[in-house]
């Protein structure tokens, strides 16, 4: 089993930057694919990022690609979410979950998801 806490929410400028944190206490972190989703107000909670058991392999929604930068470092048991270029539209809550799927392939359906983070607040202003 896996506890989840997620930092490093906050208020930014549009064009600023953040980078999340998610540390996991527990067992086996290095099992689990992580993942970062984010639900904006009156939306469903949607992926944004994605990386494997190892790290070989990550994914981006099409919205994010090129402006977040997902990691992790499986020694301090901790997944990032760098974030820059935030635009109003990033404006979420976010939130981090853990998959124990060990593939080179990541799973974006947050239903196969099996352990989740309380969520942090990022809000872009204009």
């Known amino acids: 089993q896996l506890q989840l806490v997620e930092s490093g929410g906050g208020l930014v400028q549009a064009g600023g930057s953040l980078r999340l944190s998610c540390a996991a206490s527990g067992h086996f972190f290095s099992s689990y694919a992580m993942g970062w989703f984010r639900q904006a107000p009156g939306k469903e909670r949607e992926i944004v990022a994605g990386i494997t058991w190892s790290g070989g392999g990550t994914y981006y929604a099409d919205s994010v690609k090129g402006r977040f930068t997902i990691s992790r470092d499986n020694a301090k048991n901790t997944v990032y979410l760098q974030m820059n270029s935030l635009k109003p539209e990033d404006t979420a809550v976010y939130y981090c979950?853990?998959?124990?799927?060990?593939?080179?392939?990541?799973?974006?359906?947050?239903?196969?998801?099996?352990?989740w983070g309380q969520g942090t607040q990022v809000t872009v202003s204009s």
């Open positions: 979950a853990a998959d124990l799927f060990r593939s080179t392939v990541l799973r974006v359906d947050q239903n196969e998801y099996d352990y």
